[in-house]
Nanobody, 120 residues
């Protein structure tokens, strides 16, 4: 019904930057909140940042001041600009979208994940 495709992951040096993108497509009537989670090896998945349909943002304390989440609602796309990357930012990053389909069903949809590796 709804597909999320992420892009932009890869390898970066500590102190560097990467930008992730996630586009939602399919039988979408409306996308509400969108966000990014991450999961490092051996750790639980955690919220990185999210953004409401009105643009209100929320960040994990560990990324405040370094990461910026934004969205293009016309394209149902969310972005994550990651600056001043640290080794501990290494993880698989997952996009999530709270989407209402044209059939009236609503739930969170997840992307397949994109790997971010920060090296020293």
């Amino acid at each position: 019904q709804v597909q999320l495709v992420e892009s932009g992951g890869g390898l970066a040096q500590a102190g560097g930057s990467l930008t992730l993108a996630c586009a939602a497509s399919g039988r979408i009537f409306r996308v509400n909140d969108m966000g990014w989670y991450r999961q490092a090896p051996g750790k639980e998945r955690e919220l990185v940042a999210d953004i409401s349909s009105s643009g209100t943002t929320n960040y994990a304390d560990s990324v405040k001041g370094r990461f910026t989440i934004s969205r293009d609602s016309a394209k149902n796309t969310v972005y994550l600009l990651m600056n001043s990357l640290k080794l501990e930012d290494t993880a698989d990053y997952y996009c999530v979208a709270d989407a209402l389909t044209i059939w009236g069903s609503r739930r969170n949809y997840w992307g397949q994940g994109t790997q971010v590796t920060v090296s020293s």
